[in-house]
């Protein structure tokens, strides 16, 4: 089907095609939409609910990285209440785990602070959790800190649709949750981890990093994954 | 298996039945089992074979009875006699006296310990005469191990109908003339979510019963799965026909081991007769039911979470759209239904979408099974006609609050539901009237609270378990439930301020509008509705550092100051 | 128009924030014209008199902290909270994921440096320790947030000015790290 129709997003009439997602259509229309778990060329999750946008006739707010658009959709993406709910979200994140952004590599190479930044975050007002959380520095090049993971699981995703080990999962639940390797083994000791790095290469925050990164200089490209799909996928 | 097969084992055990004086039903619920009944069962087995009275009663198990807390329950057929707590000692004496002749025993009627014992008809009794049996119809009173106890008192004629007489589209109309609507708890319309996939074209679909009940005190599925499988076995088939499906799959808890058991025996005997497999009642009709087992999450009640799961992923839900009907388990279109819609497809095929409708009320046909618990006279298993006031539920069936205490609140759906004060009592449980009073339907758990529950540790116990139970995927239920159980904490501990109940008061509807799914979208709905009208208790344990039930014990120490 | 009183408080941090305070350098001219430095660790006061504006370095990591704090509060009209410390917990906070004792002993014990350490009594010089750390929002009412660690001196100058002019600064266009 090569139907194209048309929506409004943010009062704007843009074209879109079947199967787009409300993501792509913003995109190609040049409307910002913060994301976070999303990464092109993995699957979309809809997990960290920062694109979630406002549809007309339906009273859920959806992520626009899993929702296709229907024809004459109206869609707002920056309204008061998004604007508000972006903002405690990104709270949310800082309170989970221990974020001290002054002794992180990622320090202002960071996705959530970035978007916290951009979203006029400028104190937490949710108690911090501190909940006791380790690192895992058994892996020769690379280091896990999960004091500083977001549960975004983009390293899952890419670990098991691109490099095709799924070495990382997800384990136990609600705010206990945590990214394992293999069998909860030490990473180190992971007998499907091919040492690619490229979970490193997509993890927004400082949670998964190269040793020999120094404080404040960790620079990753999420978007050589992105390049990665889309050459296998022309590949002729 | 053709019509006349059924006809025929129908008629035999029926002829069965009728060379015997009495019939005897002994409980073998969950429930019954635990208090002993199946030595109960025995004893009276024994009792009967070494008196000589092998061919005058029948001894037999039957599903659950309701009141499971008098348990073992025994009821004598004809006469309709309810007999509780009935332990081995008990046996000679019914023998004796209730078998062989017709005499009452008094001390054994149910609820006779709480000076209620006048009914020596069950059907008297207010605690059954108030209630409307649809989907328990069977439960106590036939043997869910025997197929052939199903298919005499009508079983399988409804898929019989159906595959010969009836198109799908003939099938879903009458469905959507019943005006049922979904019994795990949201309500939808039944008919709208077998059509959306009945019009999906592909040649794979699934149906899907959703047996993963989880909200605390709550066992309406299992008892029906465990007192009556073939019903649901048969709704599971006839959904579809209707849908034009070829594989079912019961989700069930591995909690629910003796629901297990039971389901597969029963998938085994429709096997056997044909009932399940190929070209069933000579048709081209194919189906087959399996069983999945969860491991016991609470999210796997979800739709899309319990999906993930049966096919062997962890169990997370997805966004919707896209909803199941669209694409659902590996992808294809499926529908997902609770145990209790299956369970009352059977008899609105068997008396027709118009008898289902008119009862009820309006918006909110049929009847609806509720788990009633919490400090009532009479907990248990109750199905009542939709639009029962909760005062008729709770003090004409449960016998009201025991002790002289006073009532304060009700609260139903479980986790993702809320609290119905007393000035709320008369107002009919449907559907719609429990959403517009900040709680929901809910797959059917009822707990009764009197004054001595603090509203505030309610609210806490349930977003306890929301936390806990949250898969931690999306982060709004993932670290919002934790903070809004870390709140509630400090209010019932006496540490919090103002400014926590604020905080609180902001997060919920944050939580609410913006959780991936339905747990995290209906976690704070105990705390709203405990906001809404016990405001004051949380005020007292703020400001004046006091729990006005006298549940909560308050410490002192450094907390939240401003 | 009078000068504004102004304050500049060292609680649970390492004064770096201070140091970067001092890196306004000449600037300092600028803030002298519309400002009096009424209390500051470079103030030989020992009392919070009343005043226009607080900067606030540093986490409340004790009882002292936290009485001081609530003092400052009510004789404070913009109460600010400086750095990461004031703002997050930052590091003055990494002590949370362990339990006090063990901090304690740590420091005072089994540290190398140590020689029949022990745990000092609280209230006897010293003050008692809160069982977490916390930012100052979490135990005052706070009215402007200025993260970093510690904030560029270019940041802290340009807050303060904006405050002393009664303007409300805007932090998003500085680099934060």
């Given at each position: 089907m090569s139907t194209k129709y048309s929506v409004t997003i943010d009062g704007k009439t843009v074209e879109a095609g079947p199967k787009q997602t409300i993501l792509d259509v913003c995109k190609t229309a040049g409307v910002d939409i913060m994301t976070l778990c999303y990464l092109e060329g993995v699957s979309n999750v809809g997990a960290c609910r920062l694109c979630l946008v406002e549809v007309e006739g339906t009273q859920k707010l959806l992520p626009a990285c899993t929702t296709t658009v229907a024809p004459n959709q109206k869609i707002q993406t920056n309204t008061d209440k998004l604007k508000q709910y972006r903002k405690m979200t990104l709270e949310l994140f800082f309170s989970e785990r221990n974020h001290?952004?002054?002794?992180?590599?990622?320090?202002?190479?960071?996705?959530?602070?970035?978007?916290?930044?951009?979203?006029?975050?400028?104190?937490?007002?949710?108690?911090?959790?501190?909940?006791?959380?380790?690192?895992?520095?058994?892996?020769?090049?690379?280091?896990?800190?999960?004091?500083?993971?977001?549960?975004?699981?983009?390293?899952?995703?890419?670990?098991?649709?691109?490099?095709?080990?799924?070495?990382?999962?997800?384990?136990?639940?609600?705010?206990?949750?945590?990214?394992?390797?293999?069998?909860?083994?030490?990473?180190?000791?992971?007998?499907?981890?091919?040492?690619?790095?490229?979970?490193?290469?997509?993890?927004?925050?400082?949670?998964?990093?190269?040793?020999?990164a120094m404080l404040g200089h960790l620079k990753k490209s999420p978007e050589m994954v992105t390049e990665l799909v889309h050459k296998r996928k022309h590949r002729s | 298996m053709n019509i006349t097969e059924l006809n025929q084992i129908a008629e035999t055990v029926r002829q069965k039945k009728s060379e015997f004086k009495k019939?005897?039903?002994?409980?073998?619920?969950?429930?019954?089992?635990?208090?002993?009944?199946?030595?109960?069962?025995?004893?009276?087995?024994?009792?009967?074979?070494?008196?000589?009275?092998?061919?005058?009663?029948?001894?037999?198990?039957?599903?659950?009875?309701?009141?499971?807390?008098?348990?073992?329950?025994?009821?004598?057929?004809?006469?309709?006699?309810?007999?509780?707590?009935?332990?081995?000692?008990?046996?000679?004496?019914?023998?004796?006296?209730?078998?062989?002749?017709?005499e009452v025993i008094s001390s054994l009627l149910l609820f006779s310990e709480k000076g209620e014992g006048g009914f020596s008809k069950a059907a008297d009794n207010p605690y059954y005469r108030k209630q409307?049996?649809?989907?328990?119809?069977?439960?106590?009173?036939?043997?869910?191990?025997?197929?052939?106890?199903?298919?005499?008192?009508?079983?399988?004629?409804?898929?019989?109908?159906?595959?010969?007489?009836?198109?799908?589209?003939?099938?879903?109309?009458?469905?959507?003339?019943?005006?049922?609507?979904?019994?795990?708890?949201?309500?939808?319309?039944?008919?709208?979510?077998?059509?959306?996939?009945?019009?999906?074209?592909?040649?794979?679909?699934?149906?899907?019963?959703?047996?993963?009940?989880?909200?605390?005190?709550?066992?309406?599925?299992?008892?029906?799965?465990?007192?009556?499988?073939?019903?649901?076995?048969?709704?599971?088939?006839?959904?579809?026909?209707?849908?034009?499906?070829?594989?079912?799959?019961?989700?069930?808890?591995?909690e629910y081991p003796l629901a297990i058991k039971r389901f597969d025996t029963a998938i085994k005997q429709a096997r056997k007769l044909g009932l399940l497999g190929e070209k069933i009642f000579e048709t081209d009709f194919s189906f087959n039911v399996d069983i999945r087992v969860g491991a016991g999450a609470f999210v796997c009640g979800e739709e899309t979470a319990l999906m993930a799961s049966i096919e062997g992923k962890r169990g997370v839900p997805s966004p919707r759209p896209p909803y199941p009907a669209e694409s659902g388990l590996w992808g294809k279109p499926t529908a997902i239904n609770n145990v209790e819609t299956l369970a009352n497809i059977a008899p609105i095929i068997q008396r027709g979408g118009k008898w289902f409708s008119a009862i009820g009320s309006r918006k909110s046909t049929g009847t609806k099974v509720f788990a009633l618990t919490g400090t009532v006279n009479h907990t248990g298993l109750i199905e009542v006609p939709m639009g029962m006031t909760m005062r008729e539920i709770i003090f004409d069936i449960g016998g009201g609050i025991p002790g002289g205490k006073k009532f304060k609140a009700a609260q139903t759906g479980g986790p993702s539901g809320g609290c119905i004060p007393e000035q709320y009592l008369d107002t009919p449980v449907d559907y719609d009237s429990l959403t517009g009073l900040g709680s929901i339907m809910g797959s059917g758990g009822l707990i009764v609270m009197d004054e001595t529950s603090c509203m505030v540790d309610v609210a806490r116990f349930f977003m306890e378990f929301c936390m806990d139970e949250s898969c931690g995927k999306c982060v709004p239920c993932r670290v919002g439930t934790k903070h809004m159980y870390d709140f509630l904490t400090r209010i019932c501990e006496g540490e919090a301020a103002m400014s926590d109940l604020e905080q609180l008061k902001q997060l919920a509807p944050f939580v609410r509008d913006t959780s991936l799914c339905g747990l995290g979208v209906t976690a704070p709905n105990p705390l709203l509705?405990?906001?809404?009208?016990?405001?004051?208790?949380?005020?007292?344990?703020?400001?004046?550092?006091?729990?006005?039930?006298?549940?909560?014990?308050?410490?002192?120490g450094v907390g939240h100051v401003h | 128009m009078s000068k504004k009183k102004v304050a500049t408080i060292w609680l649970a941090g390492c004064s770096g924030c201070h140091m970067s305070l001092l890196d306004i350098d000449e600037r300092i001219f600028d803030v002298a014209k519309l400002a009096d430095i009424v209390k500051s660790p470079v103030v030989d006061t020992k009392e919070f008199p009343d005043c226009d504006i607080a900067?606030?370095?540093?986490?409340?990591?004790?009882?002292?902290?936290?009485?001081?704090?609530?003092?400052?509060?009510?004789?404070?009209?913009?109460?600010?909270?400086?750095?990461?410390?004031?703002?997050?917990?930052?590091?003055?906070?990494?002590?949370?994921?362990?339990?006090?004792?063990?901090?304690?002993?740590?420091?005072?014990?089994?540290?190398?440096?140590?020689?029949?350490?022990?745990?000092?009594?609280?209230?006897?010089?010293?003050?008692?320790?809160?069982?977490?750390?916390?930012?100052?929002?979490?135990?005052?009412?706070?009215?402007?947030?200025?993260?970093?660690?510690?904030?560029?001196?270019?940041?802290?100058?340009?807050?303060?000015?904006?405050?002393?002019?009664?303007?409300?600064?805007?932090?998003?266009?500085?680099?934060?790290?």
């Open positions: 001290i952004c002054s002794v992180c590599v990622a320090n202002n190479n960071c996705q959530l602070q970035n978007l916290a930044r951009e979203a006029g975050v400028d104190h937490i007002r949710f108690p911090y959790i501190f909940p006791e959380a380790h690192t895992d520095a058994s892996h020769k090049e690379f280091m896990m800190d999960h004091n500083r993971c977001i549960l975004c699981t983009r390293c899952v995703r890419v670990c098991d649709e691109v490099e095709g080990a799924h070495t990382w999962d997800v384990m136990g639940r609600g705010y206990q949750s945590r990214i394992i390797s293999d069998f909860d083994q030490p990473w180190g000791d992971s007998s499907t981890c091919t040492s690619c790095g490229k979970c490193v290469e997509v993890c927004p925050v400082g949670a998964l990093w190269p040793k020999d | 019939c005897v039903y002994v409980c073998t619920g969950a429930g019954c089992i635990s208090s002993g009944s199946l030595e109960t069962l025995d004893a009276m087995k024994k009792a009967v074979k070494e008196s000589g009275h092998e061919k005058d009663a029948d001894i037999r198990p039957a599903g659950c009875m309701g009141p499971c807390v008098q348990g073992p329950l025994v009821k004598i057929i004809p006469e309709d006699k309810m007999y509780q707590k009935v332990v081995p000692e008990n046996v000679k004496t019914i023998l004796d006296k209730s078998l062989l002749a017709d409307n049996k649809i989907v328990l119809e069977n439960c106590g009173s036939i043997n869910p191990e025997s197929i052939e106890d199903y298919i005499s008192i009508g079983g399988y004629s409804a898929l019989y109908k159906v595959l010969t007489s009836m198109s799908s589209e003939d099938v879903i109309s009458e469905i959507k003339e019943s005006g049922i609507r979904g019994r795990g708890g949201a309500g939808y319309p039944t008919a709208m979510k077998w059509k959306f996939v009945h019009d999906h074209a592909s040649a794979e679909k699934y149906v899907i019963c959703n047996g993963d009940e989880g909200d605390p005190g709550a066992f309406m599925d299992r008892s029906v799965l465990e007192g009556d499988p073939h019903r649901v076995i048969e709704g599971l088939a006839i959904a579809g026909y209707a849908m034009g499906a070829k594989q079912g799959y019961l989700y069930v808890r591995a509705s405990t906001l809404r009208y016990f405001h004051d208790e949380y005020i007292a344990h703020i400001t004046q550092k006091r729990c006005p039930a006298g549940v909560c014990k308050m410490t002192s | 900067l606030i370095e540093g986490a409340i990591a004790s009882e002292e902290h936290l009485e001081d704090i609530k003092h400052i509060r009510a004789h404070t009209k913009i109460l600010v909270s400086m750095g990461d410390c004031a703002v997050t917990g930052n590091v003055s906070a990494l002590r949370n994921m362990i339990p006090l004792n063990d901090v304690l002993l740590r420091a005072y014990v089994e540290a190398p440096s140590n020689v029949d350490g022990k745990i000092p009594e609280a209230g006897k010089g010293v003050s008692r320790l809160l069982p977490r750390v916390m930012p100052l929002h979490e135990a005052v009412k706070i009215d402007f947030f200025i993260p970093g660690c510690p904030p560029s001196a270019d940041l802290l100058f340009y807050c303060l000015f904006e405050l002393l002019n009664d303007r409300i600064p805007v932090v998003e266009k500085f680099k934060l790290g």
